[in-house]
């Protein structure tokens, strides 16, 4: 059984920054998520094996950006313009597709997730 490990969590004041990492599994598009207190999980960010396509939820358009390096078989999720809606449990998910995944159950591999929380 494949266990993706997530890290960078921990708390940020309202407007900071965090960068998320997970050991990314080679030739499988990667995809972050997140379930905030009383909330479902909800998709984040997704990159494909190459790097070339990449999808973002509304809410983090032009504040989060996924990224990758392939000889560190790691995937990134940087976060700019924290505020307390991001704040929750983020988890680092793979999948053999090619066109990254946006939903939670076609995915294959799940991390334990690492939280993250925002103050005000």
């Known amino acids: 059984q494949v266990q993706l490990v997530e890290s960078g969590g921990g708390l940020a004041q309202a407007g900071g920054s965090l960068r998320l990492s997970c050991a990314a599994l080679?030739?499988?598009?990667m995809g972050w998520f997140r379930q905030g207190p009383g909330k479902e999980r909800e998709f984040v960010a997704a990159?494909?094996?190459?790097?070339?396509?990449?999808y973002y939820a509304d809410s983090v358009k032009g504040r989060f950006t996924i990224s990758r390096d392939n000889a560190k078989n790691t995937v990134y999720l940087q976060m700019n313009s924290l505020n307390a809606e991001d704040t929750g449990v983020y988890y680092c998910?793979?999948?053999?597709?090619?066109?990254?995944?946006?939903?939670?159950?076609?995915?294959?591999?799940w991390g334990q997730g690492t939280q993250v929380t925002v103050s005000p």
């Open positions: 998910a793979a999948d053999r597709a090619g066109d990254p995944p946006r939903l939670d159950h076609q995915y294959e591999y």
């Open positions: 080679r030739f499988f598009s």
């Open positions: 990159i494909s094996w190459s790097g070339g396509r990449t």
